[in-house]
């Protein structure tokens, strides 16, 4: 079985200062990891993925997760946000060894203040 | 610049009429997804098709929903008949699907409204 939990329904940061979007993770083997992004009547966005190697991943818009196997976590992290950030974001997974596609957490509206 | 194209954008209607739903996936792409959105249950997979075929359609319930490719440029979703609780936003996404680390690409998305 594969599961994903956003714990944060919400997050509020002001613009400029750092900003996490948490997302854990379950599957029996090993994951695909992803973070999509939906802007208002928009559908889903790719941001980035982790599928092997280094555990800091970088993607679009200057967002980066770092995967940590240990806690089973993905989460989405960026340096410096922006009022444009501001938005529904989607963790995703998908076990490595199932023919299952992927399973998506039940989102974070990130609200970036001015 | 490709992109997965859906249509309508917004549809609404009577109760116990039939709807269809048609995307175009991206040139390419062997693998098309459904999704449907709502508030209560997030993004939820209705059916999956690789090289046109169906693999997958668990989450769709079988009795009013079916999903189709005539052809590698089209799929459809149809409901019949419709009913209130069908009301969410479908998406349909595709992708090439080489391994199981490929991103999907969304559509726009299809609003329903059934009244």
């Known amino acids: 079985a594969q599961s994903v939990a956003q714990p944060e329904d919400q997050v509020k940061v002001a613009e400029g200062n750092p900003l996490t979007v948490k997302c854990t993770y379950s599957?029996?083997?090993?994951?695909?990891l992803f973070w999509y992004v939906q802007y208002p009547n928009r559908g889903l966005q790719f941001l980035l993925k982790y599928i092997t190697g280094d555990n800091l991943v970088k993607g679009s818009y200057g967002f980066e997760a770092e995967f940590n196997k240990s806690q089973t976590s993905f989460h989405l992290k960026k340096p410096s946000a922006l009022v444009s950030d501001s938005a529904l974001y989607f963790c995703?997974?998908?076990?490595?060894?199932?023919?299952?596609?992927?399973?998506f957490g039940s989102g974070t509206q990130l609200t970036v203040l001015p | 610049d490709a992109r997965v194209t859906q249509t309508p954008r917004h549809k609404v209607t009577e109760m116990g009429q039939e709807v269809t739903m048609r995307c175009q996936p991206i040139?390419?792409?062997?693998?098309v997804f459904w999704y449907r959105q709502t508030m209560m249950q997030g993004l939820e997979l209705l059916a999956y098709?690789?090289?046109?075929?169906?693999?997958?359609d668990s989450g769709m319930p079988k009795d009013r929903f079916s999903a189709e490719m005539p052809d590698a440029t089209l799929a459809t979703l149809k409901i019949q008949p419709s009913e209130p609780r069908d009301s969410a936003v479908y998406f349909c996404a595709s992708g090439l699907q080489t391994g199981g680390g490929t991103e999907a690409f969304f559509g726009q998305g299809t609003r329903l409204t059934v009244v």
């Open positions: 599957v029996s083997g090993n994951p695909y």
């Open positions: 040139l390419g792409h062997n693998t």
């Open positions: 995703a997974v998908r076990d490595r060894g199932s023919a299952r596609q992927l399973t």
């Open positions: 098709f690789r090289n046109r075929a169906p693999l997958d």
